[in-house]
């Protein structure tokens, strides 16, 4: 098949001998006696006609050829623009495919070590709180006799009761993390949960706490017992980030309009990238003592009561917890901001 250029010119020069022949036609047979004159003047005017014509014909077939090629390149850039756009698709959908298999890998290695522990949980947990109740019992008949001992003596027995109190934590943990009770949900203030978790807990006196719960905020529909031990240990973690004192702040809002999101922060030390990454499985801890199930406790038990939670940290600036739970209803709580 010939290129269209090649054809139009083909065409270009059977029309010009078509010319020359009606040309020499026309003088020999239409005006044979016509002077030279006459025969420059009708060469000029079929060559000027001629000429017109073919480079009329030329020119269109050449801007239509040119026209063409254009739209080819146009859409040429058109589906290479969607090709493109197919392949950053595709990538994003094959880093969102990795990280939901990542996720799942470490789902499945958190529910391994759950199941673990779920063996060997029961039995250990309560042959290890028979003899701490033991303890505990003869720590207090030890301080109750010796009241007028000296202060060495009751340091000592102080130091053996806080032992024992956080020897029963971790057995407690270890129990909570395997075993999660079906929750009983109930209508629950906010600002009430608070400072019952705080008047149970030890808070030093260098630590600031600070509330903001606004006013209107329904009460949490939820069970009350649970998520008590929720932020009691959040609450725990927090003090034990801020040895040398700081802020621990406590903040509800509406997140949407059937969910509060509960705020617990704190200007610990916080934690690094590495470490979030594995906040929530089992058995890790950033502390020197513990065995990492206090916030798989955490995670758990605020799953089972319908909500979720996530966290921000960056070392040396704090963490906060984020918890979001259902609400139970229009109820009013008294609104404030404490500090202690």
């Known amino acids: 098949m010939r290129p269209p250029l090649v054809k139009s010119l083909l065409k270009a020069m ?6 020359m022949i009606v040309l020499e036609v026309t003088k020999t047979y239409i005006f044979p006696k016509i002077t030279i004159f006459g025969s420059y003047i009708i060469t000029i005017t079929f060559s000027t006609l001629t000429g017109t014509v073919v480079s009329g014909y030329v020119l269109l077939k050449y801007e239509k050829l040119n026209q063409n ?25 094959v880093q969102e495919r990795s990280r939901q ?57 102080g130091i053996i009761k806080e032992e024992i109190a956080v020897s029963d934590r971790i057995v407690g943990d270890l129990l909570d993390s395997v075993r999660i009770k079906p929750p009983h949900p109930e209508a629950v203030g906010v600002g009430d949960l608070i400072g019952h978790v705080l008047r149970k807990c030890t808070i030093p006196e260098n630590v600031t706490i600070v ?114 739970l259902p609400c139970a209803g229009p109820q009013v709580e008294t609104a404030g901001e404490q500090e202690a």
């Open 14 to 19: 059977i029309a010009i001998l078509l010319t």
């Open 69 to 93: 090629l254009g739209n080819h390149i146009l859409e040429r850039e058109r589906l290479a623009s969607e090709l493109q756009n197919l392949n950053e698709v595709l990538e994003l959908k």
């Open 101 to 157: 298999l990542l996720a799942a890998q470490d789902e499945l290695a958190r529910n391994d070590k759950l199941a673990v522990l779920g063996q060997v949980a029961g039995s250990v947990g309560h042959e290890l709180r028979n003899p701490l109740g033991v303890m505990n019992n003869a720590v207090y008949f030890l301080q109750t006799v010796l009241s007028d001992a000296d202060e060495t003596t009751k340091e000592y027995l």
């Open 211 to 324: 509330q903001e719960i606004p006013d209107g905020l329904p009460p949490l529909k939820a069970d009350p017992l649970q998520i008590h031990q929720v932020l009691r240990n959040l609450v725990s973690n927090a003090l034990d980030a801020m040895p040398d004192g700081g802020t621990l702040e406590f903040r509800a809002e509406r997140a949407v309009p059937d969910a509060i999101m509960l705020k617990v922060r704190d200007t610990g030390v916080g934690m690094t990238s590495e470490q979030l990454g594995k906040l929530f499985q089992p058995l890790f801890t950033t502390k020197a003592r513990g065995i990492g199930l206090g916030l798989v406790v955490v995670k758990n038990l605020t799953q089972a009561n319908g909500g979720e939670i996530e966290v921000k940290s960056e070392a040396g600036k704090g963490t906060t917890f984020f918890i979001t």
